[in-house]
């Protein structure tokens, strides 16, 4: 157990529609970093958080958004969901060194 | 931009056999290298991790990595497998150049040991 937390663990929406998952870092982490994985895939960089303001991001488009919070959890947020969306999407917490401690993910499905 | 290649998409063992999964890298500066491991079922774990100095280092269940910055090659090994040694296992690597800690991972090898 890494200490990290995601919620909820499973979700079905369907196209159109917004979604928000959740992330509780590792106690004293201040940096969140989200990553899509589809089936078969290694996990793709969305975007990370350091003290609540984005830090970088990756090839995504901008319904992909997110929040980091005061107590350093924080959210994703998907608009218009798209079938391809479907995907484990993971939370990663750090702090000084960079190394990333994973939660156990959220899994989307769009229909 | 960085890229990392997993060339062993598939591998399978018998039990107590030696184990290298290959990952190479694409940059040319300062890297930080880590390998996961994903067990069915559960998250992704940090299996070891390479910043700097001793280019081998040890992670945890007896798993190793060597570092060879002319090969751009971080491959993990294992002299004798175990049957709970079957995961999918990923090599990624960090480029802090950037400003941000960005998680570039390979697309994974998946381990099946045979008992």
């Known amino acids: 157990e890494t200490g990290v937390t995601q919620s909820p663990t499973h979700l079905i929406k369907t196209r159109g529609q917004q979604v928000t998952l959740r992330c509780s870092s590792q106690?004293?982490?201040?940096?969140v970093s989200w990553y899509q994985q589809a089936l078969g895939q290694g996990p793709q960089f969305i975007f990370q958080?350091?003290?609540?303001?984005?830090?970088g991001r990756g090839n995504f488009p901008p319904r992909f958004s997110g929040l980091q919070f005061p107590n350093y959890s924080s959210e994703l947020n998907v608009n218009a969901l798209e079938l391809d969306d479907s995907a484990l999407y993971l939370c990663a917490s750090s702090f000084r060194d960079g190394t990333q401690y994973f939660g156990p993910g959220t899994r989307l499905t769009v229909l | 931009a960085q890229s990392v290649s997993q060339h062993n998409h598939h591998v399978i063992l018998s039990e107590a056999a030696s184990l290298e999964l290959g990952c190479n890298y694409s940059y040319g500066g300062t890297v930080n290298l880590f390998w996961y491991v994903q067990y069915p079922g559960q998250h992704l774990q940090l299996l070891l991790k390479y910043f700097s100095g001793d280019p081998l280092v040890k992670g945890i269940k007896g798993f190793e990595a060597e570092f060879i910055k002319s090969k751009f090659s971080f491959n993990l090994r294992k002299p004798s497998v175990q049957w709970s040694d079957t995961a999918e296992y990923f090599c990624a690597v960090i480029t802090t150049n950037f400003g941000n800690e960005k998680l570039t991972f390979g697309t994974g090898t998946r381990l099946t040991i045979i008992p």
């Open positions: 106690s004293g982490h201040n940096t």
């Open positions: 958080y350091y003290r609540e303001e984005e830090n």
